[in-house]
């Protein structure tokens, strides 16, 4: 079955921002995995901001998806937190979220095993 990243970039509501990695971390990321189709969830945290071309937001979480439908489990995900089903944050803004969908085109590549 082919494997996705969905990718989300956010930020807290001004002021919010513990309230929002709180959330985020503690509730979001079990309840998206809840949602069939989805694998495993990870939350980042931009470290160098002032770089040229950092992106706006300072977060980013990657969900991993593994199914034949991403449209559908994207949208299923979509009508959970519009019907209020998925619980959202008031901490977490809407404004300069960004989201994108990528198709993995390889297996996972890890670190040899380190001899004793």
Do not use: C
């Amino acid at each position: 079955m082919p494997q996705f990243a969905y990718v989300v970039h956010s930020n807290p509501v001004a002021g919010r921002e513990d309230e929002y990695n709180d959330w985020y971390s503690n509730r979001h990321l079990a309840d998206v995995v809840a949602v069939p189709g989805f694998i495993s969830a990870q939350r980042f945290r931009l470290t160098d901001s002032e770089a040229e071309g950092a992106p706006q937001q300072k977060y980013m979480a990657i969900y991993t998806m593994q199914t034949d439908t991403p449209d559908e489990t994207l949208a299923h995900l979509t009508s959970l937190v519009e019907t209020g089903t998925m619980h959202m944050s008031e901490a977490f803004s809407m404004e300069g979220m960004a989201t994108h969908l990528y198709e993995a085109i390889t297996p996972v590549v890890g670190a040899p095993a380190k001899g004793n």
